[in-house]
């Protein structure tokens, strides 16, 4: 995808947005290998100011902030991506049986992505959450499990589009197959929209991780960013001011979201003029 | 008929209630065990054990189950908390004012500064105070916000204390009057609603925005500017009449994101709503008030949609008659 | 007795690119001036500059005068300012669209915008008084009064069409300018507006500048056509001397493409080729690739000039007597 590249190092927007997302993708990898001090580890400077040793201070426990900030990296970024890999693969699938087929599936398939849309989702991934055992894995699958209906109505909306044009009327009349026809003339022009529509997905997907670690719900034997923001509040972070704990984890995430919303923002510019021009591989 | 499109609208709002108040069912006795969380009580002989499995009548068919669910639920009999021995309906029915005000204020705050920003933006296309709005809206919907709600604390509270950290009164207070009463109240919900606030502005400013760069590009603009009217005036009495009507229902299809934000920021100020007592509840594990509050944060977003359709229906002449 | 309106090398560009390339135009008082050409010339370009009302990133030049009968000093448009156009719009000229389903508020009522037009002008004495006037309005373009108090979507397309005529004769201005008014109708709707046009035209003694790309359309109603290509005018004169002896080949391509009753039956064909766009650099007359008869000379800037009495044309080899077999059309002469 040539055009993607040209977006990417297009703007100067561009270009910080991936280096900050490179940033934190690197961080991910090594940021445990990297970090100066074990993220668990405990130590008798408890809630201590950045010093020399500490640059961002230390936690209730004694650990490094910075240590936690670095490993922190990788939930975020692993749950992100997981997650809206998933949820693209269900949106796509329910929006294409929905749009292509019509009839019955689509009442379905439609009823229940308006369902999954109306439904506040936070609410719905803490339950979903709590039924089960909080772990990373069950993480990525409430999120998946509940992100995509978005993804489902832009494809559902594309296909139906698509089917009506000539090319496909035409595939038809010269006998080709369903499979075919969705392989060769439906999906090439509906990926560049699904993938836009993913990569903001992941910012949705970060957000939530962090927001169900934030209460509770994260893998309890992981450092994120959102249990950082949690132990930080519940030991009394903020009314011992210390900014130096509270700060960072925050300022992370926010940056990563920022980072992938305005490339997803710019992806989807992007591709929605060329929705306009048909390619068949 | 004008009126049958608002009926439409009831009966969608009805069937996506039921739909939920059956998923909730099926949710909790299907996925999860509640004998397994049962069973973790301290101290529990089988006998006790048995006994709770009646008094939450889960020793009938999974059919008989559903019917005892269904009826309950209808009349509002939403089970006992696990925690407070509670009923779960009185709980919420305490909690949902505070909720209501929070969400209240932070959503009409954020509507009027989010359309004016969004309408300040459309005006003013491509020029740095158009951009400087959109980077500041991508920086609130970026940041989580109960870290923002959290900051808001650190700096308004702690650095410098002006407002309370948390709760929805001074506690143990006696008040002279219901208005030191209220003021109190209200001394306590400005952190909070600034919070709930900041996580809506960003959207309903992206939403106004678009909506306006739209309207504006209409003839009836150039011709309402052709007539002589000023162009504060086109503006204001024409055009943002025209572009509130798609903010009303895009803005709508947040509402989601909305109980969300209640449920984190209510926990970081420890305000006495539906998302404290839901947080509560993560903590305990008391699945009849998780699933009595999904269902209530549910139907609220529900109603609210509806009411928002409704809203739609008397603000758009041209759905009135059709 | 002065010209109603003047207008002196107008131009108008986007940034770099010359939309509106040096027009002149001259309108007397109850005169009817057609203006017609593609779509893309700079027809409606031309008309919202009359008016100041060009989007951001136009800028026009040139000067613009109007006066009115009735009025000691002209109005010098070009150096008003956006304030001072707030006294002229509609009270001197007025506008009327195509495709008047979105020049309506939706979610106005028809007669609360005739209001608003008519209270912006005038110091209007009771609400009597202006429901009254909003009423002849209305009966005059031939809508029942009631119809007034619709919203735009209830009504039909013809309806509309002569709501937006009510509405711009509501404060009396003396020249009316009506973009495509008939594009958006069917052939019956079309004959009345323009019928509706042309009486009012009398009654009222208006100036109206007619603007369509379809020639016939001008015949019908106007006193003088100019024609556009390109940013500029190519040919104007009376209706009987351009559909009698046009005086250049665009406008009598333009000509050949109307279908004649009791002539061929079968498709004119379209000319060949497209217009330049504004940022296309053309050497010499801008009609030269698309032109049969283009000869070398045709490399050099052709002026507008009077090729008989008040007949003007922009081709090198005006006055045309007669129109010889061109080369086909396009690409005539050097590249």
Redesign the interface.
């Known amino acids: 995808m040539s055009g993607a590249r040209e977006i990417l190092l297009g703007s100067w927007r561009a270009r910080i947005s991936l280096g900050v997302i490179g940033l934190f993708v690197f961080l991910a990898i090594f940021g445990t290998l990297l970090a100066p001090y074990d993220p668990d580890a405990s130590s008798l400077d408890l809630l201590e100011p950045p010093t020399w040793s500490h640059p961002l201070g230390t936690t209730e426990n004694g650990a490094d902030v910075l240590s936690q900030v670095m490993a922190g990296a990788r939930v975020s970024i692993l749950v992100g991506f997981a997650a809206a890999i998933i949820s693209a693969v269900i949106g796509s699938v329910v929006g294409l049986a929905s749009g292509y087929f019509g009839g019955w599936t689509d009442r379905i398939l439609d009823s229940l992505e308006?369902?999954f849309?109306?439904?506040?989702?936070?609410?719905?991934m803490?339950?979903?959450a709590?039924?089960?055992n909080p772990s990373l894995l069950v993480l990525i699958a409430v999120i998946g499990l509940t992100s995509w209906a978005g993804t489902g109505r832009i494809v559902r909306a594309q296909v139906l589009t698509l089917r009506e044009r000539a090319f496909v009327e035409r595939a038809r009349a010269l006998g080709a197959r369903d499979r075919y026809i969705i392989k060769t003339h439906i999906l090439p022009n509906t990926l560049p929209l699904i993938f836009a529509n993913t990569v903001l997905i992941v910012?949705v997907a970060i957000?939530s991780e962090?927001?169900l670690s934030?209460?509770?719900?994260g893998d309890p034997t992981r450092i994120s960013w959102?249990t950082m923001?949690e132990n930080?509040?519940d030991s009394g972070a903020?009314?011992e001011?210390a900014?130096w704990y509270?700060?960072p984890?925050?300022l992370c995430?926010?940056?990563l979201?920022?980072a992938i919303?305005?490339l997803g923002y710019l992806f989807e510019e992007y591709v929605n003029p060329r929705l306009q021009e048909v390619t068949t591989i | 008929m004008s009126a049958r499109w608002l009926i439409g609208k009831l009966g969608v709002m009805a069937a996506?209630l039921l739909?939920?108040i059956v998923f909730n069912f099926f949710?909790?006795r299907v996925?999860?065990d509640p004998t397994a969380q049962l069973a973790r009580l301290p101290q529990a002989t089988p006998e006790e054990i048995d006994k709770l499995k009646a008094d939450y009548g889960l020793d009938k068919s999974l059919g008989g189950q559903f019917v005892d669910y269904m009826g309950d639920t209808l009349t509002l009999d939403l089970g006992i908390s696990q925690r407070s021995r509670e009923p779960v309906w009185d709980e919420i029915k305490d909690a949902i004012p505070w909720t209501l005000l929070l969400v209240g204020t932070g959503t009409l705050i954020a509507t009027i500064i989010g359309s004016w920003m969004g309408v300040a933006a459309a005006t003013r296309r491509g020029t740095r105070t158009d951009d400087g709005l959109l980077g500041f809206s991508?920086?609130t919907?970026?940041?989580?916000e109960?870290?923002?709600g959290?900051?808001l604390?650190?700096v308004f509270?702690?650095?410098i204390p002006i407002f309370p950290?948390g709760l929805q009164m001074s506690p143990g207070v006696e008040f002279s009057s219901w208005w030191a009463e209220v003021t109190d109240v209200l001394d306590h919900l400005i952190l909070p609603a600034t919070a709930m606030t900041l996580l809506l502005l960003g959207q309903y400013f992206l939403i106004m925005r678009s909506s306006m760069v739209d309207v504006l590009t209409e003839d009836f603009v150039v011709v309402k500017r052709a007539t002589g009217l000023p162009w504060h005036r086109v503006v204001r009495s024409h055009a943002v009449p025209n572009a509130l009507l798609p903010l009303v229902t895009i803005a709508a299809?947040q509402?989601?994101?909305?109980?969300?934000g209640a449920?984190?920021i209510e926990?970081?100020f420890s305000w006495p709503g539906l998302g404290e007592l839901?947080?509560a509840a993560?903590?305990d594990?008391d699945?009849p008030v998780?699933?009595g509050?999904?269902l209530v944060?549910?139907a609220g977003?529900?109603l609210a949609?509806f009411l928002a359709d409704c809203l739609y229906f008397y603000l758009d002449p041209r759905v009135q008659s059709r | 007795m002065s010209a109603l309106l003047e207008v002196g090398d107008l131009r108008v560009t986007h940034g770099e690119n010359p939309i509106v390339d040096g027009v002149d135009l001259t309108l007397n008082q109850g005169e009817a001036l057609g203006l017609a050409g593609e779509s893309g010339c700079g027809k409606t370009t031309t008309a919202l500059s009359l008016m100041k009302l060009l989007p951001d990133g136009l800028s026009q030049s040139g000067k613009i005068t109007l006066r009115p009968q009735g009025l000691e000093e002209p109005i010098n448009i070009d150096r008003r300012t956006e304030r001072g156009m707030g006294l002229v719009r509609w009270r001197h000229i007025s506008l009327v669209f195509q495709g008047a389903m979105n020049s309506l508020d939706p979610v106005q009522r028809v007669d609360a915008q005739i209001d608003e037009a008519i209270r912006l002008h005038e110091r209007v004495g009771s609400s009597k008084e202006v429901r009254a006037r909003i009423d002849e309005l209305l009966e005059t373009v031939g809508i029942t009064p009631a119809l007034g108090h619709r919203y735009a979507h209830q009504l039909s397309g013809g309806q509309r069409q002569r709501v937006m005529i009510a509405l711009a004769l509501a404060c009396r201005p003396s020249l009316v300018i009506a973009d495509e008014p008939t594009t958006a109708l069917d052939v019956v709707m079309q004959a009345q507006v323009l019928q509706l046009l042309e009486q009012l035209r009398e009654r009222l003694g208006l100036a109206l500048i007619l603007i369509s790309h379809d020639l016939g359309v001008l015949a019908e109603t106007c006193d003088r056509i100019a024609v556009m290509y390109a940013g500029r005018i190519v040919e104007s004169g009376s209706v009987e001397a351009i559909f009698g002896s046009p005086q250049h080949p665009y406008t009598k391509r333009l000509l050949e493409t109307l279908p004649v009753i009791g002539g061929s039956r079968g498709l004119s064909a379209p000319i060949a080729g497209a217009p330049p766009d504004p940022g296309e650099s053309v050497e010499g007359c801008r009609f030269r690739p698309r032109c049969p008869y283009a000869k070398d000379e045709c490399l050099k800037d052709p002026p507008l000039r009077e090729v008989a009495p008040a007949h003007a044309s922009a081709c090198h080899f005006a006055p045309w007597s007669e129109w010889p077999a061109g080369n086909g059309d396009g690409g005539g002469g050097a590249p």
Do not use: H
């Open positions: 308006n369902w849309l109306v439904i506040p989702t936070l609410p719905l803490i339950v979903l709590r039924i089960w910012a957000l962090a927001a934030f209460l509770g719900l959102g923001i930080a509040f903020p009314s001011g900014w509270l700060i984890p925050g995430i926010t940056l979201v920022l919303a305005t | 996506t739909f939920v949710l909790f996925m999860g991508l920086f919907y970026a940041a989580p109960y870290w923002l959290i900051l604390i650190l509270a702690v650095w950290a299809i509402f989601g994101l909305v109980a969300g449920i984190t926990t970081i839901n947080f993560i903590n594990k699945f998780l699933q509050t999904f944060f549910s977003v529900i949609n």
